[in-house]
């Protein structure tokens, strides 16, 4: 039996409050947050002891929207997957949904098996599966294809990902593409919007037929043209957030979003409908300098954490990390932190079904952080195992 006694830390509880004592874990579950009763203590005997001094203590970060992170991709394979779960735990996340754009060439479908069969040997960080951007999208971006809705290669999709497909992104506006957002709510694997044009009507008919979710809003969200002089257009965005079935993602690194554009979500749909993401890839937690990519160019990390063409400086993905991310929105939005927080913990969480993540209470899986008042982590537990200690200076 493995124990852990966390002292002396401001438990986070996100969306709920911010309070002050002790957590002790055992075998992978928080059993008790702030006084340990004296049975507790008497029962549990020689646990490992962190003494946080006073410092923040949250659930782990969930990100469902990266590609990579410092040299490695998800999409390389079992190996890249491997590589980059081993880094995540010094960027305070937990759980991770490992984002693919499928690449529609001979092979692609083995490949995306060999990476979905390789998930239950991480052990580093808990991955519930793949999140696949594509390829059923009417506006391509970021190499994305845009093939029409397909209920035959989306049943092949889902064998070849054997179970661990765990969201799929598509375009509300893709031709055929109800069919596919039906299928894949009976499958009960989350549908997320993006990379559209879509008119108020067709992002109305992709909530109704069960999409939740749309992810890097704003991003690949293009406003509809002006048909009257003066009268502003309305699209996807204001139907999305109008609308109280779906929950948004932003990349928040400043450059993808501007901090007003989150702020106006949450006034729409409160903290609980506003999540975090990296969409990050090569470079993500990386010092600034140039790094090379299997794309043929090398990209350009500057300190903003915004990715960029190395040569021709145009946005190339995110290099933003969750911490840096969980930082910014701390600086940005005028709310509870323990409402922020929410926003990388418990809303991903519930977004997956993942009910007993993103909490910090007895009875949840004890995936924890210990921040330094530098809003680093200091130490990463994914079950009650460390994952990451920031060595000693
Ligand atoms: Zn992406």
């Given at each position: 039996?493995s124990?852990?006694?966390?002292?002396q830390?401001r438990i986070?509880?996100?969306?709920?409050?911010?309070?002050?004592?002790?957590?002790?874990?055992?075998?992978?579950?928080?059993?008790?947050?702030?006084?340990?009763?004296?049975s507790?203590?008497?029962?549990?005997?020689?646990?490992?002891?962190?003494?946080?001094?006073?410092?923040?203590?949250?659930?782990?970060?969930?990100?469902?929207?990266?590609?990579?992170?410092?040299?490695?991709?998800?999409?390389?394979?079992?190996?890249?997957?491997?590589?980059?779960?081993?880094?995540?735990?010094?960027?305070?996340?937990?759980?991770?949904?490992?984002?693919?754009?499928?690449?529609?060439?001979?092979?692609?479908?083995e490949?995306l098996?060999?990476?979905?069969?390789?998930?239950p040997?991480?052990?580093?960080?808990?991955?519930?599966?793949?999140?696949?951007?594509?390829?059923?999208?009417a506006?391509?971006?970021?190499?994305?294809?845009?093939?029409?809705g397909d209920?035959g290669?989306?049943?092949?999709?889902?064998?070849?990902?054997?179970?661990?497909?765990?969201?799929?992104?598509?375009?509300?506006?893709?031709?055929?593409?109800?069919?596919v957002?039906?299928?894949?709510?009976?499958?009960?694997?989350?549908?997320?919007?993006t990379?559209?044009?879509a008119?108020?009507?067709?992002?109305?008919a992709?909530?109704?037929?069960?999409?939740?979710?749309?992810?890097?809003?704003?991003?690949?969200?293009?406003?509809?043209?002006?048909?009257?002089?003066?009268?502003?257009?309305?699209?996807?965005?204001?139907?999305?957030?109008?609308?109280?079935?779906?929950?948004?993602?932003f990349?928040?690194?400043?450059?993808?979003?501007?901090?007003?554009?989150i702020?106006?979500?949450v006034?729409?749909?409160?903290?609980?409908?506003?999540?975090?993401?990296?969409?990050?890839?090569?470079?993500?937690?990386?010092?600034?300098?140039?790094?090379?990519?299997?794309?043929g160019?090398?990209?350009?990390?500057?300190?903003?954490?915004?990715?960029?063409?190395?040569?021709?400086?145009?946005?190339?993905?995110?290099?933003?990390?969750?911490?840096?991310?969980?930082?910014?929105?701390?600086g940005?939005?005028?709310?509870?932190?323990?409402?922020?927080?929410?926003?990388?913990?418990?809303?991903?969480?519930?977004?997956?079904?993942?009910?007993?993540?993103?909490?910090?209470?007895a009875?949840?899986?004890?995936?924890?952080?210990?921040?330094?008042?530098?809003?680093?982590?200091?130490?990463?537990?994914?079950?009650?195992?460390?994952?990451?200690?920031?060595?000693?200076?």
């Amino acid at each position: 039996m493995s124990a852990l006694l966390i002292r002396q830390v401001r438990i986070v509880n996100p969306g709920r409050e911010i309070t002050s004592g002790d957590v002790l874990v055992r075998d992978g579950r928080i059993v008790a947050v702030g006084t340990v009763p004296g049975s507790l203590r008497a029962e549990v005997r020689n646990p490992t002891v962190i003494e946080g001094a006073g410092r923040l203590l949250t659930p782990g970060l969930i990100d469902l929207h990266t590609h990579g992170v410092m040299h490695s991709l998800y999409e390389s394979g079992p190996d890249g997957l491997h590589a980059a779960a081993r880094e995540l735990g010094r960027f305070g996340v937990t759980t991770v949904l490992p984002t693919i754009v499928p690449q529609i060439r001979d092979g692609w479908l083995e490949r995306l098996a060999s990476v979905a069969a390789a998930i239950p040997s991480v052990r580093a960080v808990n991955i519930p599966g793949l999140h696949l951007e594509g390829p059923f999208m009417a506006v391509g971006g970021a190499a994305c294809p845009t093939l029409p809705g397909d209920l035959g290669l989306l049943e092949r999709i889902i064998a070849a990902c054997g179970g661990r497909l765990a969201a799929m992104s598509l375009s509300p506006d893709a031709p055929n593409i109800l069919p596919v957002i039906a299928r894949l709510r009976e499958k009960r694997i989350p549908a997320f919007l993006t990379h559209t044009r879509a008119s108020v009507e067709q992002t109305e008919a992709a909530l109704t037929a069960g999409a939740t979710h749309a992810t890097h809003f704003y991003d690949v969200f293009y406003a509809p043209p002006e048909t009257d002089p003066g009268v502003r257009p309305v699209g996807v965005v204001e139907a999305v957030l109008a609308d109280p079935r779906a929950t948004v993602d932003f990349i928040a690194d400043g450059v993808h979003v501007h901090p007003t554009a989150i702020r106006a979500a949450v006034a729409a749909k409160s903290f609980a409908g506003v999540i975090l993401i990296t969409d990050s890839n090569i470079g993500a937690g990386l010092p600034p300098g140039t790094y090379d990519t299997p794309w043929g160019y090398p990209v350009r990390v500057s300190p903003e954490t915004a990715a960029r063409h190395a040569t021709n400086n145009t946005l190339a993905g995110s290099a933003l990390t969750m911490d840096r991310g969980m930082a910014n929105l701390l600086g940005w939005l005028d709310l509870p932190p323990e409402q922020i927080w929410a926003m990388g913990t418990l809303n991903p969480a519930r977004l997956l079904g993942l009910s007993h993540k993103g909490r910090l209470e007895a009875g949840a899986d004890a995936d924890l952080v210990l921040w330094n008042d530098d809003l680093r982590p200091a130490q990463t537990w994914l079950a009650g195992n460390c994952t990451y200690e920031k060595a000693a200076r």
